[in-house]
T-cell receptor, first 116, second 116 residues
């Protein structure tokens, strides 16, 4: 079974520039999550999708962050404009509804963003 | 709202000795509890979970964890540590009865270093 794919692996941008991350979840996984992991901290949920609908985006800084999952499969997360404090690893995870009873959620390798 | 506390930022143990990584949680109702491990520049890898049933759960690579409802704890343990166990460990919680919002809440992580 293929895992959760994320790209790019690394990205360095200047502050005030824009950036986009891409995630392809495991086939058949209806639920998709974006987490932000700042160095030295645990991952923090940014947004959760169920198919192509948003379930929870309460912690997404909507003035600069946006995310979409138009066809209920792939997802993109965008930051515009970026700030220095956005430097972090952005993790994508997916789950099938029943899978939480097996091994929880499957995470991608993440995109490491550095804002200079 | 749920929360997870990992009181130790760093745990050092000699190879061959038993290890414990502590985790306490706060959640409304009964929890699903997880441990994940993160190696440098890698995503989160599932170790084990508690869903229901036996309070002692066994997971990958010889790790186990004990669910203690009265103490709201879910400590990670291993009888004999290996140098290769050195990594960052995250505890995570999700309430069982959370409707469509199935996101995990993570602790801040514990860096485990096993000394040869």
């Amino acid at each position: 079974e293929a895992g959760v794919a994320q790209s790019p692996r690394y990205k360095i941008i200047e502050k005030r520039q824009s950036v986009a991350f891409w995630c392809n979840p495991i086939s058949g996984h209806a639920t998709l999550y974006w987490y932000q992991q700042i160095l030295g901290q645990g991952p923090k949920l940014l947004i959760q999708f169920q198919n192509n609908g948003v379930v929870d985006d309460s912690q997404l800084p909507k003035d600069r962050f946006s995310a979409e999952r138009l066809k209920g499969v792939d997802s993109t997360l965008k930051i515009q404009p970026a700030k220095l404090e956005d430097s972090a690893v952005y993790l994508c995870a997916s789950s099938f509804i029943r899978e939480v009873r097996s091994h929880g959620y499957t995470f991608g390798s993440g995109t490491r963003l550095t804002v200079v | 709202a749920q929360s997870v506390a990992q009181p130790e930022d760093q745990v050092n143990v000699a190879e061959g000795n038993p290890l414990t990584v502590k985790c306490t949680y706060s959640v409304s109702g009964n929890p699903y509890l997880f441990w994940y491990v993160q190696y440098p520049n890698r995503g989160l890898q599932f170790l084990l979970k508690y869903i229901t049933g036996d309070n002692l759960v066994k997971g990958s690579y010889g790790f186990e964890a004990e669910f203690n409802k009265s103490q709201t704890s879910f400590h990670l343990k291993k009888p004999s540590a290996l140098v290769s166990d050195s990594a960052l460990y995250f505890c995570a919680v999700r309430p069982i009865s959370s409707g469509s919002a199935r996101q995990l809440t993570f602790g801040s992580g514990t860096q485990l270093t096993v000394l040869p």
